[in-house]
């Protein structure tokens, strides 16, 4: 998503959603003996111990907003989503009964400039230049690219190619249009709000980024956008580390056990499948 790119402004997710959401909240959410804001809490609390980077809590940074990976509308209210309760579940194999929330510039986070946190959920793509300057945990989520359109549009893998499309500057979705699609018309947005609204105007006839993006914004329509397909490009979402981190190992089985115990496949389909409306397994793959 624009999760890919070094560049990426505060506002730079869903374009219907940004407006109402705030990007200055930070808070603290209290958990009771057996919960952690809404989430589930599965296995056995305590199994995998580590020094976190403030006593008690688990710190996790993201940049907001992200619905359906973090359902609120400031940090002081977020109760659960996929990344949240991925973060809860963490928090509770490591023994601890608190998740500190922190909302983070999203330039600051990918160039490894905040600090005091133990790892950033925020649907983050894994690139060979962000392991320059922090460090990722193993993949937890595979990250394709969608393809937006105006509700009714005729769109397949062969007419796509000659359409008029949008896509957002400095990320790998944009890199993969470019080098492997190849479009005869191609226009670059600075942000995903600009590209959606060109959308919606007409000015391009397919905006393409994450999947997961775009089924949100789509979700968020009122029916007039539609994800009618996808592209493979093997990217994956990672937490990040601060560079160096002594948890790095422990984070990572941590992870690791939620993914073999099927604990992620479930806050899949509890709250990204809710959220977008739509199973992104059933899209149709083009072919570039």
Same mark, same amino acid.
């Given at each position: 998503? %624009? %999760?890919?790119?070094?560049?990426?402004?505060?506002?730079?997710?869903?374009?219907?959603?940004?407006?109402?959401?705030?990007?200055?909240?930070?808070?603290?959410?209290? *958990?009771?003996?057996?919960?952690? /804001?809404?989430?589930?809490?599965?296995?056995?609390?305590?199994?995998?111990?580590?020094?976190?980077?403030?006593?008690?809590?688990?710190?996790?940074?993201?940049?907001?907003?992200?619905?359906?990976?973090?359902?609120?509308?400031?940090?002081?209210?977020?109760?659960?989503?996929? +990344?949240?309760?991925?973060?809860?579940?963490?928090?509770?194999?490591? /023994?601890?009964?608190?998740?500190?929330?922190? &909302?983070?510039?999203?330039?600051?986070?990918?160039?490894?400039?905040?600090?005091?946190?133990?790892?950033?959920?925020?649907?983050?793509?894994?690139?060979?230049?962000?392991?320059?300057?922090?460090?990722?945990?193993?993949?937890?989520?595979?990250?394709?690219?969608?393809?937006?359109? %105006?509700?009714?549009?005729?769109? &397949?893998?062969?007419?796509?190619?000659?359409?008029?499309?949008?896509?957002?500057?400095?990320?790998?979705?944009?890199?993969?249009? $470019?080098?492997?699609?190849?479009?005869?018309?191609?226009?670059?947005?600075?942000?995903?709000?600009?590209?959606?609204?060109?959308?919606?105007?007409?000015?391009?006839?397919?905006?393409?980024?994450?999947?997961? $993006?775009?089924?949100?914004? *789509?979700?968020?329509?009122?029916?007039?956008?539609?994800?009618?397909?996808?592209?493979?490009?093997? +990217?994956?979402?990672?937490?990040?580390?601060?560079?160096?981190?002594? &948890?790095?190992?422990?984070?990572?089985?941590?992870?690791?056990?939620?993914?073999?115990?099927?604990?992620?496949?479930?806050?899949?389909?509890?709250?990204?499948? +809710?959220?977008? /409306? +739509?199973?992104?397994?059933?899209?149709?793959?083009?072919?570039?």
């Amino acid at each position: 998503m %624009r %999760r890919h790119s070094p560049k990426r402004p505060g506002f730079g997710r869903l374009a219907m959603l940004a407006a109402v959401l705030a990007l200055s909240c930070v808070g603290l959410a209290k *958990a009771d003996p057996t919960k952690i /804001g809404d989430c589930d809490l599965v296995g056995a609390k305590g199994t995998m111990p580590f020094s976190p980077a403030r006593p008690g809590q688990l710190t996790v940074e993201v940049n907001l907003p992200g619905p359906g990976w973090w359902n609120c509308e400031t940090v002081d209210s977020i109760k659960d989503g996929y +990344e949240y309760c991925m973060a809860a579940n963490i928090a509770w194999r490591a /023994g601890l009964d608190k998740l500190a929330v922190v &909302n983070v510039s999203w330039d600051a986070l990918v160039a490894g400039q905040t600090k005091n946190f133990d790892l950033a959920l925020s649907q983050i793509s894994i690139t060979e230049p962000r392991k320059k300057v922090v460090d990722f945990s193993i993949p937890y989520f595979d990250s394709d690219i969608g393809v937006l359109v %105006r509700k009714g549009a005729e769109v &397949n893998e062969t007419s796509i190619k000659d359409m008029r499309f949008g896509v957002q500057q400095a990320t790998t979705g944009a890199d993969f249009v $470019i080098n492997r699609i190849k479009p005869a018309h191609l226009k670059v947005f600075p942000d995903t709000p600009s590209m959606f609204t060109a959308l919606m105007a007409g000015q391009v006839d397919v905006a393409l980024t994450d999947t997961a $993006i775009v089924l949100g914004q *789509a979700a968020h329509s009122d029916g007039t956008l539609d994800v009618v397909g996808q592209y493979s490009t093997g +990217e994956k979402y990672g937490a990040i580390y601060p560079k160096g981190s002594p &948890n790095r190992d422990v984070l990572d089985k941590i992870i690791q056990s939620m993914i073999d115990d099927g604990t992620l496949r479930k806050l899949s389909t509890r709250y990204l499948a +809710e959220a977008w /409306g +739509e199973d992104p397994t059933k899209l149709p793959y083009f072919k570039p």
